[in-house]
């Protein structure tokens, strides 16, 4: 079974800490997503990437960046953590290729909140 | 550019009845797949089921079935013989072309109460 994990499941910070979200997928999948979902809102893409040392924007990149080092872990970082982030951030891995066997694969959610 | 959209914010279904959750979606892309998400309050997103635009048949995945109408943009979910364990979140997703990224477009999400 594809296993996709996150460093946390809840995190409190500050406003102005840096943060570290990390995601972990023990398939050797190309392609790894990271979202943040809020009510009413679904999930919407913050960046992803191809590839190591590859990453493209999303719908909603302001205030985050990313890093993927190596292929198996796609790394979210606040810089400078605000309450309007936030939020539950799910990260997300696929195989290269289209079609039904290439979904998305989540993992369980980091639910982050800013004071 | 690509949208999806559900209109139902909740829905309440009686166990063991059927019911069916919305999904229209807007692109001028002949390729592309639609999916569909159910997350429990635990949080987790489970697939549910694909339904690729080619495809000439309703994708059907169990109780679980797809009414794709490619001319209206609609990819309705169908619950059939609702259980208690199917409340939940419901996200109906569409995958942009691979040559242009093929990422997820997710709509806002139904919650789905199946009442005893």
């Known amino acids: 079974d594809v296993k996709v994990t996150q460093s946390s499941r809840y995190l409190v910070k500050r406003t102005g800490e840096k943060v570290f979200l990390e995601c972990v997928q023990d398939m050797d999948h190309e392609n790894m997503f990271w979202y943040r979902q809020d009510p009413g809102l679904g999930l919407r893409l913050i960046y992803f990437s191809y590839d190591v040392k590859m990453k493209e924007k999303g719908d909603i990149p302001e205030g985050y960046s990313v890093s993927r080092e190596k292929k198996e872990r796609f790394s979210l970082i606040l810089e400078s953590a605000s309450t309007n982030q936030t939020s539950m951030y799910l990260c997300a891995s696929s195989p290269m290729g289209a079609g039904r066997t290439y979904e998305q694969y989540f993992g369980p959610g980091t639910r982050l909140t800013v004071t | 550019a690509q949208k999806i959209t559900q209109t139902q914010p909740g829905m309440f279904v009686q166990e063991k009845e059927a019911v069916t959750l919305d999904c229209t979606y807007d692109?001028?892309?002949?390729?592309?797949?639609l999916f569909w998400y159910k997350q429990p309050s635990s949080g987790e997103m489970i697939f549910l089921i694909y339904q690729g635009s080619y495809d000439q048949q309703n994708a059907t995945e169990g109780r679980y079935s797809l009414n794709f109408q490619k001319a209206r943009k609609s990819a309705n979910l169908v619950i059939s013989a609702s259980q208690l364990g199917d409340s939940a979140m419901y996200f109906c997703a569409m995958r942009e072309p691979y040559n242009q990224g093929g990422k997820l477009i997710f709509g806002q999400g139904t919650e789905l109460s199946v009442k005893p």
């Open positions: 692109t001028s892309d002949p390729s592309y797949g």
